[in-house]
């Protein structure tokens, strides 16, 4: 085994003469250092050795180990430097620019998205990113919406030369997270969603959702509610009371739409509210058993529940913005009072 060390120690050096950036240089760490490196190989191959043999072998061993960490980190230190020179030498500072200058921000709606991500994460869910430009059987037919449905007509979107669609929400994302992963799981899809449709003051052709999904055996209605409650009353920082309306979505069932109360009248009914006292924010319900086999679920086994709403709309409600066209409008007046 000692003659084995040796010819690993002058390999590694060998090795690092030969490295010019730290991408190889941590390549040459995992590879010595790593779970599956030469280093456990060789601590794995003890298991044969005497007792005697063993103290011996493992004091060299680690000799060997600390000598590959320490001329690793030697060599990082270096390279850090090197390239801060190199950066030194490209850059320079024009001492006669102005030092006072406006200085940007993050956009409202990355702050809400983050923010969003951070509230999920929390809770324990995992967060999911897909494709912009989709497939129309993610899109629609795999959510229980096949070509005569009628549902088509309401998610009109972009169709693009290639055969692909711009994607009209972010479900396909949660149709390939149920395909990729086993339950139970719960994860959101944050992102930008699509619909070919008139501009005004509260539509966009692009806006942002957040759909999330939940299964796991015995998932019911109730930790629908509880979920969805959390969410408003995180985004408002205050207890809101919500309510769920049956309503119809072809990929759950039941399906219903969320109701929250109007924060600017609290219940009482106003102009914002149409004087009901409720605002209307996102669809909801249990996933449709076909939805949940086109997924790799037996519904026999697993129920879940899945929910999704535009990110605009709830920072249009919590800070009473009256047009959803200020968010890409880049009016810097609007944008610098977040």
Not at 122 to 132: A, I, K, R, W
Request: glycine share 8%; proline share 4%.
């Amino acid at each position: 085994m000692k003659k084995r060390i040796e010819e690993l120690r002058s390999e590694f050096h060998k090795r690092l003469e030969e490295i010019s950036d730290k991408r190889a240089l941590n390549d040459l760490r995992v590879a010595y250092l790593g779970k599956k490196g030469e280093v456990s190989a060789l601590l794995k191959g003890m298991k044969d050795l005497s007792n005697e043999a063993k103290k011996e072998a493992g004091a060299i061993i680690n000799t060997l180990k600390k000598d590959v960490e320490s001329a690793i980190k030697s060599y990082f230190i270096t390279l850090e430097q090197e390239e801060l020179y190199e950066r030194l030498q490209k850059e320079w500072y024009d001492i006669t620019w102005p030092e006072k200058t406006s200085v940007g921000s993050i956009h409202l709606l990355e702050t809400a998205m983050r923010n969003l991500e951070r509230l999920f994460t929390s809770m324990g869910f995992d967060v999911l990113n897909g494709p912009e430009m989709e497939d129309e059987e993610y899109n629609f037919t795999l959510l229980n919406i096949p070509d005569d449905h009628p549902a088509r007509d309401t998610q009109d979107t972009f169709w693009l030369s290639n055969g692909k669609l711009l994607r009209t929400h972010t479900s396909p994302v949660q149709l390939r997270g149920m395909l990729e992963h086993k339950p139970p799981f719960k994860f959101v899809a944050p992102g930008r969603t699509y619909r070919n449709e008139a501009i005004d003051a509260t539509h966009e052709h692009s806006f942002h959702q957040l759909e999330g999904m939940v299964v796991d055996k015995n998932i019911t209605v109730a930790n629908l509610i509880f979920t969805l409650k959390q969410i408003i009353s995180y985004i408002f920082e205050n207890d809101v009371e919500v309510r769920l309306r049956p309503s119809y979505f072809p990929f759950v069932e039941p399906g219903f739409e969320m109701d929250f109360q109007c924060q600017i009248c609290h219940g009482k009914g106003c102009k914002v509210c149409k004087k009901t006292g409720w605002v209307e924010y996102l669809g909801c319900g249990m996933i449709h058993p076909n939805v949940l086999r086109n997924g790799g679920i037996d519904p026999d086994v697993y129920s879940g529940f899945a929910f999704g709403g535009g990110v605009e709309r709830l920072i249009m409600m919590k800070y009473s913005i009256d047009d959803i066209r200020h968010f890409t409008a880049g009016d810097i007046r609007f944008l610098s009072q977040f």
